[in-house]
C-alpha cells in the first residue's frame, strides 16, 4: 500500500526543483557539471569554455545570461564580476528567478 501511494504522488505531482553541480579535480584541471532544471531542455543550463571553467546558468532560464557570461568568462572577467553582471535588472528583468554557478 505505501509503494502504490508513493507512486500515485509521483504521477499527480509536478516537480519544480532544479539543481545543478559543478566539479573540479585540482589535479587534472578537468571540469564537469551536471543539473536538473525544469528549463525546455536542460542542453540549456550548461556552458562549457574550455581552458576557463563551466558557467550554469538556470531556473527561469536567460539562454542569452549564459552565452554572455561564456563571453566574459572567455575575456577572463573574474566570476563574482560576472554574476555581477547577469544577475541585475538592467540586464535581466527575471534575474531575481535565476541560479548562476561559474
Known amino acids: 500500500m505505501k509503494i502504490v501511494f508513493i507512486i500515485i504522488m509521483l504521477l499527480i505531482s509536478q516537480a519544480w526543483a532544479t539543481w545543478s553541480i559543478i ?3 585540482p589535479e587534472t ?5 551536471a543539473g536538473a532544471s525544469w ?7 550548461v556552458h562549457p ?3 576557463k571553467g ?8 536567460n539562454i542569452s545570461a549564459g552565452q ?6 572567455k575575456n577572463d572577467e573574474k566570476p563574482i564580476d560576472i554574476i555581477e553582471k547577469i544577475a541585475n535588472p538592467q540586464f535581466d528583468s527575471w534575474y531575481q528567478y ?5
Open 68 to 73: 554572455f557570461a561564456v563571453s566574459l568568462l
Open 54 to 61: 563551466i558557467i550554469v546558468a538556470q531556473a527561469a532560464t
Open 39 to 45: 528549463s525546455p531542455g536542460v542542453w540549456m543550463i
Open 23 to 25: 566539479a573540479v579535480d
Open 49 to 51: 569554455v574550455p581552458g
Open 29 to 33: 584541471k578537468e571540469v564537469g557539471s
Open 98 to 102: 535565476q541560479q548562476y554557478g561559474i
